[in-house]
């Protein structure tokens, strides 16, 4: 059974710092392209980030890059997001999905397995 599960989402004020985890299972993990995605109530799903699971190889969304940054511990087959200097307009629900083939990892996909997704709440 494929699952993802996202943890770590929480309230935070801005310019504190936060870090998600994605946990994986049921697939070959270095196979795959993990996103993080985001999306706010009334808005359009954002990427935040795609990762190459296999040499660590990460495209940021312009909205989060050089706040955000993508790691992993592949021997746990989890992906990391931690968020440094958080805005009020980065809360929104979380998610994470793991792709066969990177071009899947877009806004606009129906691609891909995905997480049940995790509440990042800025406060100002």
């Known amino acids: 059974e494929v699952q993802l599960v996202e943890s770590g989402g929480d309230l935070v004020q801005a310019g504190g710092s936060l870090r998600l985890s994605c946990a994986a299972s049921?697939?070959?993990?270095?196979?795959?392209?993990t996103g993080w995605f985001r999306q706010a109530p009334g808005k359009e799903r954002e990427v935040v980030s795609c990762?190459?699971?296999?040499?660590?190889?990460?495209y940021y969304g312009n909205s989060v890059k050089g706040r955000f940054t993508v790691s992993s511990d592949n021997a746990k087959n989890t992906v990391y997001l931690q968020m440094n200097s958080p805005k009020p307009e980065d809360t929104a629900v979380y998610y994470c999905?793991?792709?066969?083939?990177?071009?899947?990892?877009?806004?606009?996909?129906?691609?891909?397995?995905w997480g049940q997704g995790t509440q990042v709440t800025v406060s100002s």
């Open positions: 999905a793991a792709f066969r083939y990177y071009y899947y990892c877009s806004a606009t996909t129906s691609r891909g397995y």
């Open positions: 990762r190459h699971n296999s040499d660590g190889r990460t």
């Open positions: 049921g697939f070959t993990f270095d196979d795959y392209t």
